[in-house]
T-cell receptor, first 112, second 111 residues
């Protein structure tokens, strides 16, 4: 099993550009989530999904969109990148929200 | 919304010293508790978890944590740290269908 995979590993965007961060898992997990990690702030939940076709907002959803058309994939879209979105983004999955999460390797995003 | 506090932002220890990292949370109901570790350049991995039962839980690599319900705490301990324990440690709490992470504690172990 590959576990949770994320692409790309690194990305530099200019302000106003859009892009999609990819996340896939092969563990047949229903629950998937996106976090951003910023120094001194830990991980903050952006969006999550409890199954295909169902998504919901987390703690910091503004500026991001998600969709969940399959159990395996959970892409995160930045609609119009801003410098405040410079961060490390982690995707995670689990069979339900209340149990331990399995994390991907992360995407380091810089917005200039 | 519930909150999770990790009071130690950066801890520096020498090898063989004992470690205790604090974690406190605000939610008063039933909780699931976790400690994750992030080694330099790597993704988060589960160290240990508590759902119910014995409040003293043991995890990987000699780590343990104690759930004290009356203090809303879930402190992480290790009797003797190694240089390879240098990492960032995150406490996470799930309560009322809401998961929150603490800000993290960076541990540096000097050889």
């Amino acid at each position: 099993n590959a576990g949770v995979t994320q692409t790309p590993k690194f990305q530099v965007l200019k302000t106003g550009q859009s892009m999609t961060l990819q996340c896939a898992q092969d563990m047949n997990h229903e629950y998937m989530s996106w976090y951003r990690q910023d120094p001194g702030m830990g991980l903050r939940l952006i969006h999550y999904s409890v199954g295909a076709g169902i998504t919901d907002q987390g703690e910091v959803p503004n500026g991001y969109n998600v969709s969940r058309s399959t159990t395996e994939d959970f892409p995160l879209r930045l609609l119009s990148a801003a410098p405040s979105q410079t961060s490390v983004y982690f995707c995670a999955s689990s069979y339900k929200r209340e149990v331990e999460q399995y994390f991907g390797p992360g995407t380091r995003l810089t917005v200039t | 919304a519930q909150s999770v506090s990790q009071h130690n932002h950066h801890v520096i220890l020498s090898e063989a010293a004992s470690l205790e990292l604090g974690c406190n949370y605000s939610y008063g109901g039933t909780v699931n508790l976790f400690w994750y570790v992030q080694y330099p350049g790597q993704h988060l991995q589960l160290l240990l978890k508590y759902f119910s039962g014995d409040p003293l839980v043991k995890g990987i690599k000699g780590f343990e944590a104690e759930f004290i319900k009356s203090k809303f705490s879930f402190n992480l301990r290790k009797p003797s740290v190694q240089w390879s324990d240098t990492a960032e440690y995150f406490c996470a709490v799930v309560g009322n269908n809401d998961m929150r992470f603490g800000a993290g504690t960076r541990l540096t172990v000097k050889p």
